[in-house]
């Protein structure tokens, strides 16, 4: 099952309402800062896809040789900003003055950070310059990525500010997690043959020195430390968390619903523009007629992917045909789909009821709906403490071969055994290795893989229980300590800590405008 996409006119305008920073936000929730994410996120480009594993809290993020990365990500010419001596100044924001060097750290830190994520997903060329291709109406690519790094420049300066200010310093863990990534970094640079300087110029841009790279590295990590400091300030009682879902629904329900696109046939077999205004208001009213038409012949979600292949156009046949569930979106939620409005409001409408069906008109296309249910997540989170067993000749980040699999459930089936003649409580649990283990509290499904799933979130799990499981990067030995809220009550607590979050935030945006400066040109392409 796919995505609707969110490559529109509307989903633009939505995303630049949220802000550029939330978006940000939701990037640093996997845990690492924006410099550390980018490289980790490469490195799942790179190497097997690590959905079923999670190193934790305690493992520092791991970098691949610039030489490897080169073929995944390449900063982009058309906007990283042209060296310049160290006094320059390309942007004020607040009271700082940025560098051109400090500036290129956010903004091909965030292109590196879009790629790696996007995965050939969007429109964008990476091969073409970034200003002459349109991101959405009246934007181009480089403008999104500009913004994108403004927003990140001032959601990290002002909230750094604000820690200092209030007395709050970076943990020490958090810190020892920072040293421990730079170190793998210069391993990593030592292995491809380059100086430390050349591969941080190669990753985030020109002028990136270490003291560049570590200063705003740091600075990211303090304000989203800061960030998650705060959060965990904001006391959200069960009746506020009750009367904020009476009032809004989304943040906590999901919906399953069928969607088959049909795009206006705009454009030739080379993506040229070949019709004339009244030919595309022409195809485009064709194109909703052959919606409408469909949507008369749809009885429920059996019948409704066999209308899809009767319907697809040759470029999305093989989709439907080769998959019966393509057309199928399960457990959506409205984060999923709110940079798309239209579609938002009518999966989310309160008075929705299965078996509804509906044709709805964009721009350029219209699109065929089936409402099959809505439900909340009952299930409650858990909170566990993890050890993981690797072999030391197992590369950080990669699948483990069998043979090294195999050592590492041995390993853990031993340490296992040794619990098992313990008192099996928290303190017996952190004594059994010398590593610490790493804790996840208020652990929600899809953390792990599904048999970690199975076991965590089993009812009758208890206090107490452990049991070894096989990732596909490391096996783990789990610990579980207890049951926590339900899903969806965590979904709503989390929504309205970040209504409370945004209102602190808008006190701080005032004073952190950015404003650009001489050496920052704007208008620089390749």
């Known amino acids: 099952m796919n995505t609707?996409?969110?490559?529109?006119?509307?989903?633009?305008?939505?995303?630049?309402?949220?802000?550029?920073?939330?978006?940000?936000?939701?990037?640093?929730?996997?845990?690492?800062?924006?410099?550390?994410?980018?490289?980790?996120?490469?490195?799942?480009?790179?190497?097997?896809?690590?959905?079923?594993?999670?190193?934790?809290?305690?493992?520092?993020?791991?970098?691949?040789?610039?030489?490897?990365v080169q073929a995944a990500v390449t900063p982009p010419s058309a906007g990283a900003v042209t060296p310049a001596p160290p006094q320059a100044t390309a942007a004020a924001i607040g009271s700082h003055a940025l560098t051109p060097a400090q500036y290129n750290y956010y903004y091909v830190g965030q292109y590196n950070l879009f790629l790696a994520a996007d995965m050939g997903l969007s429109t964008l060329d990476r091969n073409a310059p970034l200003a002459q291709q349109p991101y959405a109406e009246g934007t181009t690519w480089e403008d999104y990525f500009r913004q994108l790094a403004e927003d990140t420049i001032r959601y990290t300066y002002a909230l750094s500010d604000a820690a200092q200010a209030a007395g709050y310093a970076l943990p020490g863990e958090e810190a020892r997690r920072l040293d421990?990534?730079?170190?793998?970094?210069?391993?990593?640079?030592?292995?491809?043959?380059?100086?430390?300087?050349?591969?941080?110029?190669?990753?985030?841009?020109?002028?990136?020195?270490?003291?560049?790279?570590?200063?705003?590295?740091?600075?990211?990590?303090?304000?989203?430390?800061?960030?998650?400091?705060?959060?965990?300030?904001?006391?959200?009682?069960?009746?506020?968390?009750?009367?904020?879902?009476?009032?809004?629904?989304?943040?906590?329900?999901r919906v399953s619903y069928c969607y088959f696109p049909m795009i206006a046939a705009y454009r030739d077999a080379d993506g040229d523009d070949v019709l004339s205004e009244a030919e595309k208001a022409q195809a485009k009213a064709e194109t909703a007629r052959r919606a409408w038409e469909m949507l008369d012949r749809v009885e429920d979600e059996n019948n409704f992917n066999a209308l899809c292949v009767e319907y697809a156009d040759p470029y999305s046949l093989s989709n439907y045909r080769d998959d019966p569930a393509f057309a199928v979106y399960r457990d959506v939620t409205y984060a999923q789909i709110e940079a798309d409005p239209t579609l938002a409001a009518w999966a989310f409408d309160g008075d929705r009821t299965p078996g509804e069906k509906s044709v709805l008109e964009g721009q350029d296309h219209s699109y065929v709906l089936y409402f099959i249910g809505r439900s909340r997540?009952?299930?409650?989170?858990?909170?566990?403490?993890?050890?993981?067993?690797?072999?030391?000749?197992?590369?950080?980040?990669?699948?483990?071969?069998?043979?090294?699999?195999?050592?590492?459930?041995?390993?853990?089936?031993?340490?296992?055994?040794?619990?098992?003649?313990?008192?099996?409580?928290?303190?017996?649990?952190?004594?059994?290795?010398?590593?610490?283990?790493?804790?996840?509290?208020?652990?929600?499904?899809?953390?792990?893989?599904?048999?970690?799933?199975?076991?965590?979130?089993?009812?009758?799990?208890?206090?107490?229980d452990c049991t070894v499981i096989r990732e596909e990067t490391a096996v783990y030995l789990f610990y579980f300590l207890r049951q926590g809220a339900p899903v969806w009550k965590l979904a709503v607590r989390e929504q309205l800590r970040q209504e409370r979050f945004d209102a602190y935030f808008d006190t701080l945006t005032p004073a952190y405008a950015f404003v650009p400066q001489e050496a920052f040109d704007r208008t620089q392409t390749l």
């Open 4 to 68: 609707p996409s969110t490559n529109t006119p509307e989903a633009a305008r939505a995303e630049r309402k949220r802000g550029g920073w939330t978006t940000l936000r939701l990037w640093l929730a996997a845990g690492a800062v924006c410099a550390a994410a980018a490289l980790t996120l490469l490195l799942v480009l790179l190497g097997p896809a690590p959905a079923t594993a999670d190193t934790g809290p305690a493992s520092p993020a791991v970098t691949p040789p610039a030489s490897e």
């Open 180 to 253: 421990e990534s730079w170190q793998a970094m210069q391993g990593y640079a030592a292995q491809s043959g380059q100086t430390m300087e050349a591969y941080l110029e190669e990753l985030f841009g020109a002028g990136v020195t270490e003291a560049v790279f570590r200063g705003e590295n740091r600075r990211e990590a303090l304000a989203k430390s800061y960030d998650d400091h705060l959060r965990a300030g904001f006391d959200i009682s069960d009746e506020e968390i009750q009367a904020a879902y009476d009032r809004d629904h989304r943040a906590a329900d």
């Open 377 to 464: 997540e009952e299930v409650r989170a858990a909170d566990v403490r993890l050890l993981s067993f690797r072999p030391v000749d197992a590369p950080a980040g990669r699948a483990l071969t069998e043979a090294q699999a195999q050592a590492a459930l041995r390993e853990a089936e031993a340490v296992l055994e040794k619990f098992g003649s313990t008192d099996r409580n928290e303190g017996s649990f952190e004594a059994l290795t010398p590593q610490a283990s790493a804790l996840y509290e208020q652990m929600t499904p899809g953390r792990f893989s599904e048999a970690a799933d199975a076991w965590c979130f089993d009812p009758a799990r208890a206090p107490g």
